[in-house]
């Protein structure tokens, strides 16, 4: 019989959640960087972050963000990709976002300037994590589990 190969397993855990966004640490490998999604709002479309579970990710090309991860399978919900953003923060309390329910990984948190010239929680360097993602995962599925 031959062998099965093993799915390999990315872990987002995320931290609280308020109307600046859903800050949390995504691990892959041997590596961990930072997570930015919107706030938790009973997983409204466009308005929230996803449910926590295990989802698998594809390598797909948007016509947005090019070759990204998609993460299929959510309840409700459909195009929620793993693309490089800053901000994640709720807009019906005047916050910025770059994310409509995607995951952003960055390789820091810190303070960005957002649109309205307001100082924001941010995610920092999220290019250089998305790069990281993409070596690891090398255009292979995997396994994304949300706690």
């Known amino acids: 019989m031959p062998d099965t190969p093993t799915i390999r397993r990315a872990t987002l855990v995320r931290g609280p959640s308020s109307d600046l966004g859903t800050f949390g640490r995504l691990s892959f490998g041997e590596h961990q960087v930072h997570s930015v999604e919107l706030p938790w709002r009973n997983n409204l479309t466009g308005k929230s972050c996803i449910p926590p579970a295990v989802y698998r990710c594809e390598q797909v090309k948007s016509p947005r963000f090019g070759r990204v ?47 309205r010239d307001s100082d924001q929680k941010a995610g920092l360097k999220s290019g250089d994590a998305l790069q990281l993602l993409h070596a690891w995962g090398a255009g292979i599925p995997f396994e994304l589990e949300i706690r």
Request: net charge neutral; hydrophobic share 40%; with cysteine.
């Open 69 to 115: 991860y998609e993460v299929r399978d959510v309840p409700g919900r459909s195009n929620i990709l793993i693309h490089a953003a800053n901000f994640g923060g709720n807009v019906d309390k005047g916050y910025d976002t770059d994310l409509l329910g995607c995951i952003a990984p960055a390789m820091a948190v810190g303070v960005l300037r957002n649109r």
